[in-house]
């Protein structure tokens, strides 16, 4: 149907022109590479410009109305941290300035220091307003040099000191007062310095003191235990219920050497102990007390016998160990007292002492032989090693076992962490 028909020319016309096209890579023999696929065009994307260019002008303006309104709303926003930022930088500034101004002030009127005595020396030489502010800081009667130091600048007054001046002055006087009583100047009454030992008792202190003219031993012992030194944080802490303890302030009369005037008053001269105590308690040794979980006299208690038993510094923080092993866990294995000889002839120092001056064993509730636990008060006057032994013994290695320590007459020291190696040590030590 409608086909044309063929002509007899036209068969051979096609044969002739018939080609067969055979690709060369079919003819080669091996893998064949396959062709990578076209990589896609990124479907275009018509740039921002040109979509703005395609806005309407009504369009445009509200875009640029959204975009000063994003801009306000982010200024505002920025404007709030700023002034968040700057009230709290403000009033962090002020607090800073306000406490320091108020710290000047509370140490200008004499507010907040303990009431004590303190030796004051005006040196020879020219004397500046800032030299009399650090003396009196070192002494302890003032807390803020620099403020005292403008003071005396203030004033134009210091011309009056005397060089070569020595005298006592209250701790809680104000400025004005301080100055006073540096003008009245020398003292008539002849000075005498003492050395007292780390680890003196009380009995040792009195019969220093007496010997040194500066009052009688009896009256110094008796005014430890009937004076009224409350003012003292210290003392205070103590409390009204002190019957057991042999000597109230034992502990507390820090060692150390002063200056005394011979037939000085007797609260004078106890306060300058406790003066000292109080300064060298502050600060850092007193953050270890309240972060130790004792009390400060349980601290002052432990101390002393470290200070009575150990033979060098070394020694007492392991002593330390000892003690506070014994306290914690020693009746785990059936330790219940701390048994140190240096609490057995309170309140003498040790037999040879006793002997020495006559007295005789009258306090047990010091004997830690006898007590369990602490004893009922210190038995010496320890050092600031000591105090700080007391507060951080030794736990490394064997010492956070340690349960028993002897020495030997050349102070040479053993320890053990149990009783048989214990009396092995006490055989090397000479003790038997």
């Not at 005595?117 to 040196?123: F, G, Q, R």
Request: aromatic share 10%; charged share 25%; with cysteine.
């Amino acid at each position: 149907m409608n086909q044309r028909p063929q002509q007899p020319g036209d068969s051979r016309e096609r044969s002739g022109n018939f080609q067969v096209n055979i690709d060369k890579r079919d003819l080669m023999t091996g893998p064949v590479e396959q062709p990578r696929a076209r990589r896609q065009p990124d479907q275009y994307e018509e740039p921002y410009l040109s979509k703005k260019a395609q806005l309407t002008d009504k369009e445009l303006r509200a875009e640029k109305r959204a975009h000063r309104k994003r801009n306000r709303v982010k200024a505002r926003k920025n404007k709030r941290i700023f002034k968040i930022v700057w009230l709290c930088m403000v009033l962090l500034v002020s607090f800073t300035i306000a406490s320091y101004l108020i710290g000047g002030s509370n140490d200008f009127l004499g507010a907040g220091r303990p009431e004590g005595k303190a030796d004051v020396t005006i040196p020879e030489g020219k004397l500046t307003e800032d030299g009399l502010a650090e003396i009196l800081h070192k002494a302890g009667i003032i807390s803020k040099p620099e403020f005292f130091s403008l003071y005396c600048k203030i004033k134009k007054n210091i011309d009056s000191f005397g060089p070569g001046t020595r005298l006592q002055v209250n701790t809680n006087m104000d400025y004005e007062a301080i100055i006073t009583a540096l003008k009245g100047g020398n003292e008539d009454r002849e000075i005498v310095k003492i050395a007292f030992p780390e680890g003196s008792t009380a009995l040792q202190i009195a019969n220093l003191l007496e010997e040194n003219e500066v009052c009688k031993a009896q009256e110094f012992l008796t005014e430890l235990n009937s004076g009224d030194y409350s003012k003292y944080d210290e003392i205070a802490a103590l409390g009204a219920d002190t019957g057991n303890r042999y000597y109230k302030l034992e502990g507390y009369l820090f060692p150390d050497t002063y200056d005394f005037y011979k037939g000085e008053d007797l609260e004078d001269v106890i306060g300058k102990f406790l003066w000292n105590f109080h300064n060298k308690l502050s600060g850092r040794l007193q953050e270890k007390v309240d972060a130790s979980g004792m009390t400060l006299d349980q601290v002052v208690i432990l101390a002393s016998i470290i200070q009575a038993e150990g033979a060098n510094t070394t020694d007492m923080f392991n002593v330390s160990a000892v003690l506070h092993n014994r306290l914690n866990f020693g009746a785990d294995y059936g330790i219940f007292n701390l048994e140190c000889d240096s609490t057995s002839f309170y309140p003498y120092k040790n037999a040879q002492e006793m002997e020495a001056l006559g007295g005789g064993l009258s306090h047990g509730a010091y004997d830690t032989y006898q007590v369990s636990g602490l004893p009922a008060g210190a038995i010496c006057n320890p050092g600031l090693d000591a105090l700080n032994a007391a507060l951080k013994p030794n736990d490394s290695g064997d010492a956070a076992s340690y349960l028993y320590f002897c020495h030997s007459a050349e102070g040479v020291a053993y320890y053990a962490t149990n009783a048989d190696d214990h009396e092995y040590n006490k055989t090397l030590a000479g003790l038997d």
